[in-house]
């Protein structure tokens, strides 16, 4: 008896950028070496207040 097979997509993925990209990377490496904490502060006033 053949059966037919129903095919569904995933609604939701697992993805995570941060395992695909190399250890190596030159923007691992430079966010490691700059502090871009001040640039939050700066620039909390030009957004939303979110969730």
């Keep these: ?3 037919k097979k129903h095919y569904q ?3 939701f993925s ?3 950028l941060s395992s695909r990209v190399p ?3 030159f ?3 430079l966010r490691e070496a700059l502090d ?3 640039l939050y502060k ?3 006033t030009y957004y ?3 969730l």
């Design 27 to 29: 923007y691992r490496q």
């Design 48 to 50: 939303g207040g979110g």
């Design 36 to 38: 871009l904490s001040i």
């Design 9 to 11: 997509e995933k609604l």
């Design 14 to 16: 697992s993805f995570q």
């Design 42 to 44: 700066l620039a909390k």
């Design 23 to 25: 250890e190596n990377n």
């Design 1 to 3: 008896m053949q059966g």
